[in-house]
Structures are given as C-alpha cells and as structure tokens.
C-alpha cells in the first residue's frame, strides 16, 4: 500500500521569499516519489523527480525537494517566489518493481502575493 | 512523440446519457491511468492498466463506470447513465515500467446538465 500526506492546502508567500511545501509518504515498497503541478485550467506539469539516485532533487524553475527516508518525507523548496509560480501542487508516490500505481497527494495551492 | 492524447476536450451531455472518453498513450508505454479531478475530491485514480490488462480498478466509484483498453495503443472509459455529479475533469496518462514519471494529456472536461 503506499500514499501521500500533503500537510498543508494553502499556502500563501510574498514574492521573493522562500517557498515550502511539504508532503509525507508511505510506501510498502521502494518509492519513486515526483512533484506536478496545475497552472489554474491547465494540465499537469513535471516539476521533479526522485527514482533512489541523489536524494536532493532539482527541477525546472528552481525549485527542489530533499528526499530524507528517516523522515519519510519529500518536501518542495525554491528559495525565492515568483508570481508565476501560483499554482497547484501535487506530491506524488509511485511503487516499483510490479506495483506501479502512481497516488497523488490532496494538494497544496500556492498564493504569491506581491 | 505527441503526448497522451484525450478527446474530446469538452463534452457536454445531458443526465442519463453514455459518455465515452478516449486515450491515446504514449507509443511504448506499458501503464495507463485514468484520474478524475473535482474541487471536491481532488485527484483520484479511478483505475489502471499494464499491458492492456486492468490491474486496479478499486477508485471506480460505481457500476456505471467502465473502461477498457482492447490495445496497447487505445483506451475508454464510459459512464452509462451520466449523472450531475460526474461532472468533472478526466485524466488520461501513461508511463513505462520502472522508477519513471507518469505523463498527461490535457484531459476531458465534462459537464452533465
């Protein structure tokens, strides 16, 4: 069985500051764990990915997620906000081997206000 | 590669008709998906395939939901009788086996009046 926690549901940021968005998972098998997003009507969008490589993460428009087993977390950072990036985002698990259901988290809405 | 490809991108159906949603994976990929997306609920994994076969359809949420995928290279799901509360927006997506990332169309909104 695996899932995924997504701790907060609205975020709200200044422009310019950092950004935090935290997301927990469980997993019965060694996970694939993967950040999207959803600009408002639009689809889903990679951001990142971690597949049991490096455990820090980068991905596209400067954000990153620390992928921390102990911990059992996988939480997105990117140091300074930007208006573009408000959006919806989404932690994912994916299992491994053949258990390859992809679970996505409930979602976090970011706000950048100006 | 054009992507997962949904059609259509808009339906709208009157209550107590068959709607019928259509997915075309990516070519060599092995896993396909289909999500419903509400404000109410959010994401959920409605059922998914490997190789053509359903391997989990636990989140359809009734009788009136079906999919099938007859080749590695189409799938639909349907809902007979449509209701109001099926209105929402469908995911289609697809991946390879292995620790990869899931990839999307642009989904299906669909409206039940």
């Known amino acids: 069985a695996q899932s995924v926690t997504q701790l907060d549901s609205h975020v709200s940021v200044s422009e310019g500051t950092p950004v935090l968005l935290r997301c927990n998972y469980s997993s019965s098998y060694s996970p694939s764990l993967f950040w999207y997003v959803q600009h408002p009507n639009k689809g889903l969008q990679l951001l990142l990915k971690y597949t049991s490589a490096a455990t820090l993460v980068k991905g596209i428009n400067g954000f990153e997620a620390e992928f921390k087993k102990s911990e059992t977390s996988f939480h997105l950072t990117k140091p300074s906000a930007h208006m573009s990036d408000a959006a919806e985002y989404f932690c994912v698990v994916s299992g491994s081997g053949g258990y390859q259901k992809v679970t996505f988290g409930t979602g976090t809405k970011l706000q950048v206000i100006p | 590669d054009a992507g997962v490809i949904q059609s259509p991108r808009h339906e709208v159906t009157e209550m107590g008709q068959e709607v019928t949603l259509r997915c075309k994976p990516i070519s060599g990929h092995d896993y396909l998906f289909w999500y419903r997306q509400t404000m109410m609920r959010g994401l959920e994994l409605l059922i998914y395939f490997n190789n053509n076969v359903p391997i989990d359809d636990s989140g359809m949420p009734e009788d009136r939901f079906s999919a099938k995928m007859p080749n590695a290279s189409f799938s639909t799901l349907k809902i007979q009788p449509s209701e109001p509360r099926d209105s929402a927006v469908y995911f289609c997506?697809?991946?390879?086996?292995?620790?990869?990332?899931?990839?999307f169309g642009q989904g299906t909104r669909l409206t039940v009046v």
């Open positions: 997506a697809s991946k390879v086996s292995g620790p990869t990332e899931a990839f």
